[in-house]
């Protein structure tokens, strides 16, 4: 079956650099789109980007994402990036990739890799 399992979050101070990786396994999958969605602490969960995976390299902002997230891919790896460039308490949140398999759906989702930004 499809799997996607995120990884490098973890307890991080303001400044330094970050990349969250979010790997597709399980066979043979061709997806629409894959992104990012992040979850604080009492809140729900929000879009931060996408990219295109097949047809394209197109990418998507959620308004708090532009200008210091970035999204990328490496379709050879079966791998999307998320690299936060520039980042402060208010992006604590579990970061979960998503798939999507064909325009519309069904969406295949990861577990999550928390994020702890303090200083």
């Known amino acids: 079956q499809v799997q996607l399992v995120e990884s490098g979050g973890g307890l991080v101070q303001p400044g330094g650099s970050l990349r969250l990786s979010c790997v597709i396994s399980?066979?043979?999958?061709?997806?629409?789109?894959m992104g990012w969605y992040r979850q604080a602490p009492g809140s729900g969960r929000e879009f931060v980007a996408a990219?295109?995976?097949?047809?394209?390299?197109?990418?998507y902002y959620a308004d708090a994402a532009k200008g210091r997230f970035t999204i990328s891919k490496d379709n050879a790896k079966n791998t999307v990036y998320l690299h936060m460039k520039s980042r402060d308490p208010e992006d604590t949140a579990i970061y979960s990739c998503?798939?999507?398999?064909?325009?519309?759906?069904?969406?295949?989702w990861g577990q999550g890799t928390p994020v702890t930004v303090s200083s």
């Open positions: 998503y798939a999507e398999s064909t325009l519309g759906g069904p969406y295949y």
């Open positions: 399980g066979g043979t999958f061709s997806a629409y789109d």
């Open positions: 990219i295109n995976w097949s047809g394209g390299s197109t990418t």
